[in-house]
T-cell receptor, first 115, second 112 residues
Framework: DTGVSQDPRHKITKRGQNVTFRCDPI?????LYWYRQTLGQGPEFLTY????????KSRLLSDRFSAERPKGSFSTLEIQRTEQGDSAMYLC?????????????FGPGTRLLVL | AQSVTQLGSHVSVSEGALVLLRCNYS??????LFWYVQYPNQGLQLLLK??????LVKGINGFEAEFKKSETSFHLTKPSAHMSDAAEYFC??????????FGAGTRLAVHP
């Protein structure tokens, strides 16, 4: 069990550029979640997948944000035309399809800074 | 709808003193509750969880929490603080296979 991994760990970009983040969940987990955490706040839910199906999206996920999980394994989160307000830590988590487990395991996060 | 309130954004204790981090929740359904810890520039690590079994839950690193339905609380405690406990702690409500709703967090400082 290698845990949830995220790439890159840090990203600095200029306003208006597009960025893409990747998340690799724990291998046997079929649910994958994205959260955003701004400075001094708790994580806020963005979206989640069961296998390749995107089951729920938060109102925080504007049309500049898109998430995919094409083969039900890794996921990508793309932000188009970045704004300074997008600066945050983007966290990915995964959980088992076994509802008795009831635990989300988090990756180290990708810290985005938009200049 | 579900929500979490963490009282006290910063808590400071002496090494060896009791740690008490407060969490109150609101939930229209029987809640599942979680405490996570976050060290600087890292992701979240699960400390413990309540999933409708025993109301006193023991977690890692000597932490425990008690679910009190009448008080809608799930406070986190540790009898004796260690320097390595300095971190940010988040309480969350939800189901582990669905979205979690997090509180704003409490930063714990431990001084000698």
């Amino acid at each position: 069990d290698t845990g949830v991994s995220q790439d890159p760990r840090h990203k600095i970009t200029k306003r208006g550029q597009n960025v893409t983040f990747r998340c690799d969940p724990i291998s046997e987990h079929n649910r994958l979640y994205w959260y955003r955490q701004t400075l001094g706040q708790g994580p806020e839910f963005l979206t989640y997948f069961q296998n390749e199906a995107q089951l729920e999206k938060s109102r925080l996920l504007s049309d500049r944000f898109s998430a995919e999980r094409p083969k039900g394994s890794f996921s990508t989160l793309e932000i188009q035309r970045t704004e300074q307000g997008d600066s945050a830590m983007y966290l990915c988590a995964s959980s088992s399809q076994d509802r008795s487990q009831e635990t989300q395991y988090f990756g180290p996060g990708t810290r985005l800074l938009v200049l | 709808a579900q929500s979490v309130t963490q009282l006290g954004s910063h808590v400071s204790v002496s090494e060896g003193a009791l740690v008490l981090l407060r969490c109150n929740y609101s939930s229209s359904v029987p809640p599942y509750l979680f405490w996570y810890v976050q060290y600087p520039n890292q992701g979240l690590q699960l400390l413990l969880k309540y999933t409708s079994a025993a109301t006193l839950v023991k977690g890692i690193n000597g932490f425990e929490a008690e679910f009190k339905k009448s008080e809608t609380s799930f406070h986190l405690t540790k009898p004796s603080a260690h320097m390595s406990d300095a971190a940010e702690y988040f309480c969350a409500v939800g189901r582990g296979y669905n979205k979690l709703i997090f509180g704003a967090g409490t930063r714990l400082a431990v001084h000698p």
